[in-house]
């Protein structure tokens, strides 16, 4: 049988760079080489597009061809330079491991659909929706599911400071990970939170702090087809969860720890994978998505948010909770990957 042809794009110019190339690390070591021929391309900080023998440390010092996708859909795939003129490569797909701005908010989904070449993960609509926390939970509370309060600043008139239900959060309206994220217990701490989360974008998310543990919930699969790997709950030990902050995460965290599967009751675990179902649905996801709670002591489910291309590291939530429930992250690509083929876009 003829092997397919994989592409695996990461890096990319987001502050969550060095995570991406992590997770690529790892999908590189689980990919079935009886079954691929995967082709690295790795985005530089900077934008530049260059072919790979491996997303390895120090990757982007080496000399690498530059790449870029082919624009014609009736030939879609790679345009590799080489001594002076450009060479064709056919793909078959291509495994987007790219995190936060430009890889999760449909920005690299949009160039794949003008190129006619099938990706993993979530479409261009969905993506974007969930990239934009503010977005997500319009629509999600439209669904009917729970939601923290929230309100949205683009200047400092939008927010009256002393209306506040402190302590409150403040983060970047669409931003990966914890960049920019501020807890704020009183009115004088506002200003230089938002300023902080104006850094990464500048629509800034003020939300309610909602009390509860904070539960995440792997998906994977398209329509009314899902699969849910195991719970997980970070235990905290003190401050806020600060996920791909650590200096180095592959030791541990300094505050949290994950426990897979959750400690909760039954009852409260088969209620946060029938939310995080009905959230990947109501937001029209598609392929995988990590889904993200608070599990409250009244009994709730409310949303924390959705991530669409979560983090494949050894140290990351959604391969651990899909191994916990027997899926392997070299099954998961798998499925990913005839997911992709799969879809009609």
Not at 172 to 187: D, I, N, Q
Not at 201 to 220: P, Q, T, W, Y
Not at 292 to 300: C, K, N, Y
């Amino acid at each position: 049988m003829d092997k397919l042809h994989i592409a695996v794009l990461f890096g990319g110019t987001s502050e969550e760079h060095p995570v991406s190339v992590k997770s690529a690390q790892e999908v590189a070591a689980h990919l079935d080489p009886d079954r691929y021929r995967p082709f690295y391309i790795g985005i530089t900080k900077a934008g530049a597009w260059r072919l790979c023998d491996a997303p390895a440390p120090g990757w982007e010092d080496g000399d690498h061809r530059p790449t870029v996708l082919s624009p014609d859909r009736a030939s879609p795939g790679l345009l590799v330079l080489d001594d002076g003129k450009y060479e064709s490569t056919h793909l078959d797909a291509v495994l987007p491991v790219l995190h936060g701005r430009h890889g999760e908010d449909g920005a690299i989904q949009g160039l794949l659909e003008l190129s006619g070449i099938p990706y993993a993960g979530c479409d261009v609509q969905s993506s974007a929706l969930c990239m934009d926390k503010s977005l997500a939970y319009t629509v999600v509370s439209a669904a009917g599911i729970a939601t923290p309060r929230f309100w949205t600043i683009r200047d400092d008139r939008d927010v009256d400071p002393r209306a506040l239900p402190y302590p409150v959060f403040v983060k970047p309206a669409r931003s990966g990970s914890s960049f920019g994220v501020t807890k704020v217990h009183a009115e004088d701490e506002l200003a230089e939170a938002v300023a902080t989360a104006r850094r990464y974008d500048a629509k800034v998310l003020v939300e309610e702090a909602v009390h509860g543990s904070e539960i995440g919930c792997a998906v994977l699969g398209s329509g009314a087809d899902l699969v849910t790997g195991e719970c997980d709950r970070i235990a905290l030990s003190h401050g806020f969860f600060r996920i791909h902050q650590e200096d180095a995460p592959e030791s541990g965290s300094e505050n949290s720890t994950p426990i897979v599967p959750a400690d909760i009751p039954d009852a409260a675990r088969d209620l946060v994978r029938d939310t995080a179902k009905a959230v990947y649905q109501a937001l029209g996801c598609g392929g995988l998505a990590r889904v993200d709670m608070f599990l409250t002591d009244d009994g709730r489910a409310v949303l924390n948010e959705v991530n669409t291309m979560p983090g494949m590291t050894s140290y990351s939530r959604y391969p651990r909770m899909m191994a916990a429930a027997g899926l392997p992250l070299a099954d998961v690509l798998d499925r990913m990957i005839s997911l992709a083929l799969g879809k009609d876009r």
